[in-house]
T-cell receptor, first 112, second 109 residues
């Protein structure tokens, strides 16, 4: 039981490049979410999903896309990276939105 | 709009001293409140939630709806309590979470 896994751990992009941050969980959780963590601002919700095929926007969705084709996977796509997207990204999952969230190890992204 | 405020960025106490990490929130409806903790080189994890009314690792937190606060308390701090602590709010029956900016607790020997 690996819990919540995220890849890659580190990534450096140039402005305008695109990439996908991967998130997977093996706990059969319905609720999955993406956060970004910035100094002095805590964690901010980017997008979330309450089940396969269902996604919705969080607090800071601009510049990010998500999809949920399976229960296990919830990738986060940056379509055209900007320096303002330099951050640490966390994926989390829980049985339902009201249950304990389990966090992944994070991806540190730098956009030059 | 929902908002969670943790006024202290850094809190330093000596081992054995009481500790209180402050959390204030703004939300007009019924909130669910949580404390999450991130120890060095570990993942963010749930410490406690107000609906369970548990004491975890000696920590307690009481939801005060009148003062809109959910302060985290421990009577005797230990060095292993040193970590980053985040207060979080979920509006009841909604699927979004709102986190505070975090308080770094440093327990000195």
């Amino acid at each position: 039981n690996a819990g919540v896994t995220q890849t890659p751990k580190f990534q450096v992009l140039k402005t305008g490049q695109s990439m996908t941050l991967q998130c997977a969980q093996d706990m059969n959780h319905e609720y999955m979410s993406w956060y970004r963590q910035d100094p002095g601002m805590g964690l901010r919700l980017i997008h979330y999903s309450v089940g396969a095929g269902i996604t919705d926007q969080g607090e800071v969705p601009n510049g990010y896309n998500v999809s949920r084709s399976t229960t296990e996977d919830f990738p986060l796509r940056l379509l055209s990276a900007a320096p303002s997207q330099t951050s640490v990204y966390f994926c989390a999952s829980s049985r339902t939105s009201g249950d304990t969230q389990y966090f992944g190890p994070g991806t540190r992204l730098t956009v030059l | 709009a929902q908002r969670v405020t943790q006024p202290e960025k850094l809190l330093s106490v000596f081992k054995g001293a009481p500790v209180e990490l402050k959390c204030n929130y703004s939300y007009s409806g019924s909130p669910e409140l949580f404390w999450y903790v991130q120890y060095s080189r570990q993942r963010l994890q749930l410490l406690l939630r107000h609906i369970s009314r548990e004491s975890i690792k000696g920590f307690t937190a009481d939801l005060n709806k009148g003062e809109t606060s959910f302060h985290l308390k421990k009577p005797f701090a230990q060095e292993e309590d040193s970590a980053m602590y985040y207060c979080a709010l979920r509006p009841y029956n909604f699927n979004k979470f709102y986190f505070g900016s975090g308080t770094k607790l440093n327990v000195k020997p």
